[in-house]
């Protein structure tokens, strides 16, 4: 609240940097021109709350509203540049140009701050309406990559700003690999950096993996970085081997290989094949077999002789008996 100050004039840049919701100034007669053209202009888009204030600036005989208040030659800059995007190699170099005019004729920069590529200003005033500043970066670095590169054109009116965003180009880098371990399923867990986002191949015994629903890739891009894991689902020993990622881009390719160990491999122990004994019996075992088959061959004869004279001699015998009867 400025409202009933002795003030003449007043400068933008001091709230620049305020989250300013309102700006009273009731009361308050500046000097008609330029330097309170900034405030006119937020009056008429009724930033501040200025809008609904009676603002007065006095034209050295008579106060008028600043709403009526006519200054030619006097307004924001216009800003232009050379480039709305960039896309380099690393390494390489370039210069970008950016253009203020206006009249008062404005200050003109461009703000590298955060750059690691080495960066040189040179500036140029053309007709005193024209400023111009050409940015060379040289040796450009990956660590730019998607850097916004802002140019800021102001006067006492107000500001304008532009900016090129810088795209940096460079060969993949597998940044990790790791050895796999258990999550939900088992993940080998990889990290690779490149610009364009690079492509991702998978090897196993010098044959590519094709995914599916034990093996698959899972991934999500941060800036640069391709983060995310090769996903075994209930892998066994047979799974046990190396595994090599390949990543490739238009600038290059770039491969790792990690062992991955998943179970170790069952052990069965050997069982000896049975033996086959053979036994000799000795030549006494021998020959009392050969005199028991004897004897069981000489009782059969016997039982046969015996069974043919009872059948013969057994039948005279009942013929006798019916005779006495």
Known sequence: NLSKNPLTTLS?????????????LEDVV?????KIRWLQLWQQRGEAGLSSQLLYCDEGYRKIPLLDMNISSCDVPDISVSHSNLTLVEGAQVTVSCNGTGSPLPEVDWN?????????????????????????????SREDNNFMLTCIASNMVGMTNASVQLIVHYPPLIMKLKEPYKRHDTCIEFTVAGSPHPTLRWYYRDQEI????????????????????LMFKN????????????????LGVATKTVYGHFLNKPFFPDTP????????????????VSIAVGLAGFACVMLIVL?????????????GMKELE
């Open 12 to 24: 933008w840049p001091l709230f620049q940097h305020l989250q300013l919701i309102e700006l009273q």
């Open 30 to 34: 500046f000097e008609c021109g330029c």
């Open 112 to 140: 590298p701050a955060g750059m690691r590529s080495i960066n040189v200003h040179q500036a140029y005033v053309y007709d005193n309406i024209i400023h111009s500043i050409q940015l060379t970066l040289s040796n450009v």
């Open 210 to 229: 094709l995914h599916d629903e034990f093996v698959r890739t899972e991934f999500d891009i941060y800036k640069d970085d391709v983060e995310g894991c």
């Open 235 to 250: 892998p066994t020993h047979f799974n046990n081997g190396n595994y090599t990622l390949v990543a490739s881009n238009i």
């Open 273 to 288: 094949a049975p033996t086959m004994t053979v036994t000799h019996r000795p030549e006494e075992d021998t020959f009392g």
């Open 307 to 319: 069974f043919v004279l009872i059948n013969k001699y057994g039948r005279r015998s009942k013929f």
